[in-house]
């Protein structure tokens, strides 16, 4: 595999709605090991780009290409077997498992034990469950869990939920992290140790796409940024540049066009 | 006394196989949120199955152990191709539609079954052979046979095992997973489908050995069996909390003791106006109830929780 080559590749990315047109000829690449913040106003289509990225909606028109390969009407377990994993904007963990448990169902994907492993019980199967466990056990202690690993997710605090979640996503062993709005409802002292959570988790080689209203944390530790606005990229360059662009100035203190 | 021991013993034997039935019921109801209404028909089917597989076999000479062991294996196997096909034919197109129409085709499966059952078998009584020499045990008066005692012992292993797979494995991971939010489960990488049809399998299979237990504790199998025992098992799994499966192993025993201390009593409560013929009225009666004063069942999540 060429590693100089983008790990995500967009080109010309519509979305139709019925005759609502969410996305319009959206390209944009993502090389491997950066951290890109997608932002933008209220509406823009963020999360519908995040949604067709991730699998959940299939793209109207336009290329897909990750990791090398094309994709085209495809089925969210694929583009999580294919390294895509993602996270939520409002939690979806499964409430009533358990925080470990959480995570080693994202072990699923890179495990094997069919139904009569499950039933026999047999040496190999046992194996790969004791790594599985020991594996979720690493994560949570890596994303900063303190509460027990026998906690149900639900009761757990709402930072560590949002935390959870990532472990979760790590356990598929992505090459790409999707994380939408992680820092939604955080306090200062938990987005500043999310920034933290997030620049190690770049160090370990997996890139990371972000969506995030919190544009200080977007500056702080994104490569790069794209800004999206009535579905189109209307920027994309390092923080600084886009900070000053006009367009993306006017799109988000209510752009002079609409005057 | 005596009465009283014999109808907990009784009440024992039967809920031991109610619950295996609303196992099957409950879990398929965890994961699609669907009452298959057929589940009934499997268990009939099973028995069906076993039964003329252990009377053709001993036929042949086999011995009866392995006459036994081997019809249980047909009729497992049976069931659950069963249960997966009608999950395929039946429920699967019809998932996102609204949910009264698979229930309708549940209702369907189930009408076809017994009339499949009926022209394969019959309208008769089958009885059950003879396997080997049974004798009964007296306790306080009580009896009990060789056969009630294999019932009881079998269930609690089976649903021993049952809680050991969903809660200790990385299916039953992927069952309960699947059960809680079908999109974030396949975000990781579970193939619903697959976990689905399992489920139904699963169920299928215990739903057989419950229509073995059956006939062998009443000597009989009829095409018509499925239908009374699925409601009751239904109402059990709702006794319990439907959806929870300690909830159907409580329910089914439970609801086997309440009929048969019901049926015990019925005569000297009502001085004699109402007979033992009255069994079947008590099942019903709990349903009405729990649905009244407690919806969810005694172990069951409010509803709020699930939605």
Known sequence: ?259 | MEIFLQQIINGLVQGSVYALVALGYTMVYGILGLINFAHGEVVMVGAMLALSALTAMLGWGVPPLLALLLSVGLAMAGCMALGYSIERIAYRPLRHAPRLAPLITAIGVSIVLQNLAMMIWGRQYHSFPTLFATSSHVIGGAIINDIQIAIVILAVLIMAGLMVVVHRTRLGRAMRAVAENQHSAQLMGVDVNRVISITFMLGSALAAIAGLMVSANYGLAHYYMGFLLGLKAFTAAVLGGIGNLRGAMLGGLLLGLIESLGTGYIGDLTGGFLGSNYQDVFAFFVLIAVLVFRPSGLLGERIAERA
């Open chain 1, 1 to 259: 595999m060429n590693n100089t080559a983008p790990l995500l590749q967009l080109s010309s990315i519509g979305k139709q709605f019925g005759g609502l047109t969410a996305l319009s000829d959206v390209s944009l690449h993502i090389q491997r090991g950066e951290i890109y913040g997608l932002i933008g106003p209220n509406g823009a289509g963020k999360t519908t780009l995040f949604n067709v990225i991730t699998g959940l909606y299939q793209p109207s028109s336009g290329k897909f290409q990750f990791d090398g390969n094309s994709y085209q009407a495809c089925k969210p377990h694929i583009l999580a077997q294919a390294g895509i994993a993602r996270t939520f904007q409002n939690i979806r963990l499964f409430a009533n498992l358990t925080a470990l448990e959480n995570v080693m169902i994202g072990r699923h994907l890179r495990t094997q034990a069919g139904v009569f492993g499950a039933l026999f019980r047999n040496q190999e199967n046992r194996n790969e469950e004791q790594a599985s466990r020991e594996r979720a056990h690493e994560l949570l202690r890596y994303v900063g869990i303190d509460k027990p690993a026998d906690t149900l997710a639900k009761h757990l605090p709402y930072g560590e939920q949002r935390r959870l979640e990532i472990a979760r996503a790590l356990a598929t062993e992505p090459l790409l992290l999707a994380l939408d709005e992680p820092a939604a409802g955080m306090n200062a002292t938990e987005t500043e140790s999310l920034k933290i959570l997030l620049q190690n988790i770049r160090s370990t080689g997996i890139t990371v796409l972000l969506i995030e209203h919190d544009v200080k944390l977007i500056m702080g530790l994104c490569d790069r940024v794209a800004v999206l606005n009535y579905g189109k990229k209307i920027a994309e360059d390092v923080p600084e540049k886009v900070r000053n662009d006009a367009e993306v100035i006017a799109a988000y203190l209510g752009g002079s066009d609409e005057h």
